[in-house]
């Protein structure tokens, strides 16, 4: 757990919208899109598994729900998020760990990890902070691991009207490639891609420690 407060982007953006994260996921179609990461990650029974920035947990307890033998771990800096994840597990009689924690520090152990996933996660950082939680996945993976991501497409496509939201200029694939690259993982690749209404364009991501 960390002691040190830094400025983070919570789920939803702002703070105060905490109570709206339910609805829109609902709307949006967001458990759908959790299966079809977790159809990719491939977790089995005994596999010790990291979500970075698990927010209110709704990833982790589809997991959980779905592999039974898991060990899953969330981090999230957003304490309220936690507390909502908390209840969540409780509710389901799910066994979840749930850390205070930033995605550039994490609190495990080198080499302790069979997977990591992150949803919707990373174009809340900037570049910098996106390699730097690279380099701290790959530091947690043990050697074969894999980290299998979603997240949002910001791609421009022909004729698309309105401006585009800051967070998501430039966050291309590509990008985020690129990324995982400069923080030392291997057999980086894009997996699949997708579009819905509320939540717009995503790709998911695998790549191996």
Known sequence: MTDTVRPYIPAMGRHWMLFLYDPFARAAGLSQVHGELLDRAGVQPGHRVLEVGCGPGDLLIQLGRRVPGADLTGIDPDPAALRKARRKAARRGLTVRLMLAYADELPLPDASLDRVLSSYM????????????????????????????????????????????????????????????????????????????????????????
């Open 122 to 209: 990373l174009h809340h950082l900037d570049e910098e902070p996106q390699v730097a939680a690279m380099r701290e996945i790959r530091r947690v993976l043990r050697p074969g691991g894999e980290l299998h991501v979603v997240d949002a497409d910001g791609t421009r496509r022909p004729g698309a009207r309105g401006h585009q939201h800051p967070r998501l200029a430039g966050h291309t694939p590509e990008r985020i490639q690129a990324v995982m690259r400069q923080g030392g993982l291997t057999e980086v690749s894009a997996t699949g891609h997708g579009s819905r209404r509320f939540a717009g364009n995503y790709a998911f991501f695998r790549a191996v420690a």
